[in-house]
């Protein structure tokens, strides 16, 4: 059986269609996915992310301990900042792409969907001397991302604060009468985009309010076309243990000031000495066809890459895609083939994020 979200009656009752996706029922849809995407572009759509991992990390030497390890700056963050990083084994290759918010006594890791035992036992593997305690929070934590451009108004109405503009600044506030953290984003979807972290027992409550405020449920289908076009790859989808970090858009994810840590010299050598030989693109396909995860990228009547998202843009009214693309191939403008079945459809390459 799949997992089911915390709030999955919820959810079926405010009218959802659901999916299984990756071990997890989803809500796909709550009635138009065009209207709920024009609501993330406009308004504040809302997302449940009951189904990512929390990691806790308590201890005197938490912050170094991470540090040491992730390929993002953490010593230096002050409680109420965070940033995104990477976990590379020492080949450079990324194990995952986690989330990394600051407390005044912890530290909390943000992780994929169904990673949290995983990266919970990595982080392990090199806890040594260090005075480190790590726990997984999953059960007990309630996670909503707010996407829109009225999403800090929205919350700034009914928490009376909002989290500093920097990506993944976050602060204490009180909603409805619960306890919640509020974390700025980093731009996921697009747009401005807060979090909102909440007791597990309070996450009902917490949906409830954040809709009676105005915040409009969205399904994984609007996701995934304001995710594309946002150019954001998907951990477990986009990039998984095999990806190189320099192969995907790193800027967010790393520090080339900040010291050694697993896979730093491969990163450092290939900023340095050399390059990758494929890159994460952008496709615009031709045609109405919305090509499968894996589908082959080709050019000069041979592959040059694969297709890892693809969906049908609500934004650009096409199908568009991100793939590996051989670099010689990478190039904005580029034109290629992707075969779907028997056929090859026309496409063209794009930087990221698409140009809606």
């Not at 024009?38 to 301990?65: I, M, P, Q, S």
């Not at 934590?141 to 707010?146: D, G, P």
């Not at 969906?311 to 793939?323: C, F, H, K, V, W």
Request: aromatic residues 6%.
């Amino acid at each position: 059986m799949p997992n089911r979200l915390p709030l999955h009656d919820r959810h079926l009752a405010a009218g959802a269609e659901v999916d299984t996706v990756c071990d997890w029922e989803l809500p796909v849809a709550y009635g138009s996915p065009a209207d709920e995407y024009a609501t993330a572009r406009r308004k504040a759509g809302l997302v449940d992310r009951g189904h990512y991992g929390v990691l806790e990390v308590t201890g005197r030497d938490r912050a170094t301990f991470l540090h040491a390890l992730l390929s993002n700056e953490v010593k230096a963050l002050a409680p109420g900042q965070g940033c995104a990083a990477t976990l590379l084994d020492i080949h450079g290759k990324v194990q995952v792409v986690l989330f990394v918010w600051v407390l005044d006594d912890r530290i909390l890791l943000v992780v994929p969907p169904g990673t949290a035992r995983k990266v919970l036992e990595a982080l392990d593997h090199y806890l040594f001397s260090e005075k480190a305690s790590l726990r997984d929070a999953s059960e007990e934590t309630a996670l909503f991302l707010l996407a829109g451009p009225e999403a800090p108004a929205l919350l700034g109405r009914l928490a009376s604060v909002q989290p500093p503009e920097r990506p993944w600044s976050h602060v204490a506030a009180t909603l409805d009468g619960v306890a919640v953290r509020l974390v700025t984003g980093d731009g996921e979807t697009g747009g401005a985009e807060i979090w909102t972290v909440a007791a597990a027992a309070d996450g009902a409550r917490v949906w409830e309010a954040l809709l009676k405020a105005g915040a409009r449920p969205i399904g994984l289908t609007a996701v995934e076309s304001l995710r594309i076009e946002a150019g954001t790859p998907l951990f477990g989808h986009d990039v998984d243990d095999s990806v190189l970090l320099p192969e995907i858009p790193l800027q967010r994810l790393v520090s080339y000031t900040k010291g050694c840590y697993p896979g730093q010299e491969v990163v450092v050598r290939i900023r340095d000495r050399g390059h990758v030989n494929r890159v994460l693109t952008g496709l615009v396909l031709d045609g109405d066809v919305v090509p499968s995860h894996g589908a082959e990228v080709v050019a000069d009547s041979g592959a040059v890459g694969r297709v890892t998202s693809a969906t049908r843009s609500l934004g650009l009214g096409r199908p568009i895609a991100l793939a590996f693309v051989r670099r010689q191939h990478a190039g904005s403008g580029t034109a290629v083939s992707v075969r779907i079945g028997e056929r090859t459809i026309a496409a063209r390459v794009s930087d990221l994020p698409f140009t809606r």
